[in-house]
């Protein structure tokens, strides 16, 4: 199966925040985005609610439960008690945890399993009640070990964090050392049956090399690169073209 591309529209939102106006409307990128073939929709609801609102949670449930039934919504957070009571509200398909600090601007780390595994799994075995498949935020380092721990807890998948491989877009030679790394993470855990999502800094040039390296990708979740596209190639080609990177036939 090609891998699945999951819009995240934190810099849709971020862009709208700027006024208090209600364009460019969050619900209105995601529509046009499942209609050009993504599969699903992410969003990061801060506390501070600095990007996604805690009021578009319902709207983009609603946008896929009424128009676009076979889609996913992702939900993206540090696991306090605040956001898994919006995940249950929200109902989304797939969480992804992330160790984020919520005064930090982006996510730039994977879980420390070793450190975090009983709160990873109190809150994992939370989402799982209703259902919802869980995805853990991972370096991408090759460290075997941090995916037996992952599994242990509870998760159904992981997100490798690809901050560093998008960062060599001015240095492509040193992008070969991290994508081998990023692949022996994913190696290990579909090993052991975890399933394999990547996010952060993807972009239509490093999507395809990665595909390459992890043929069993499931998803990829990109919002920054998008939206930067999107303003030049329009939104709905910019899905095309990424949709495209990943391998499909679009």
């Known amino acids: 199966m090609p891998t699945a591309l999951s819009v995240n529209l934190n810099a849709i939102a971020m862009l709208r925040n700027r006024r208090d106006l209600p364009w460019p409307s969050v619900e209105g990128f995601g529509r046009i985005a499942l209609q050009s073939g993504a599969s699903g929709l992410t969003v990061h609801p801060r506390p501070d609610q ?11 449930r609603n946008l896929i439960d009424d128009e676009f039934p076979d889609a996913e919504f992702n939900i993206e957070g540090y ?22 600090d919520p005064s930090q601007a982006t996510s730039d780390h994977g879980w420390d399993f070793r450190k975090h595994r009983d709160v990873l799994a109190e809150s994992i075995a939370r989402l799982k009640k209703m259902g919802t498949r869980v995805s853990l935020f991972a370096d991408g380092d090759g460290d075997a070990e941090a995916v037996v721990i992952a599994k242990a807890v509870g998760a159904d998948r992981i997100e490798l964090y690809t901050g560093p491989y998008g960062g060599c877009y001015n240095a492509p030679e040193q992008a070969g050392p991290i994508l081998e790394a990023l692949g022996k993470t994913a190696d290990a855990a579909l090993a052991i049956g975890l399933g394999v999502n990547a996010g952060h800094d993807l972009t239509v040039a490093n999507l395809p090399p990665l595909v390459k390296r992890i043929p069993k990708l499931a998803e990829v979740s990109i919002g920054h690169g998008l939206s930067a596209d999107a303003l030049e190639f329009g939104m709905a080609e910019t899905v095309r073209r990424f949709c495209r990177a990943c391998g499909q036939n679009i």
């Open 79 to 100: 696991p306090t008690k605040e956001f898994l009571d919006l995940c249950v509200g929200a109902a989304p398909e797939q969480v992804t945890l992330v160790p984020d």
């Open 50 to 60: 600095r990007h996604i609102r805690f009021s578009d949670l319902p709207v983009i």
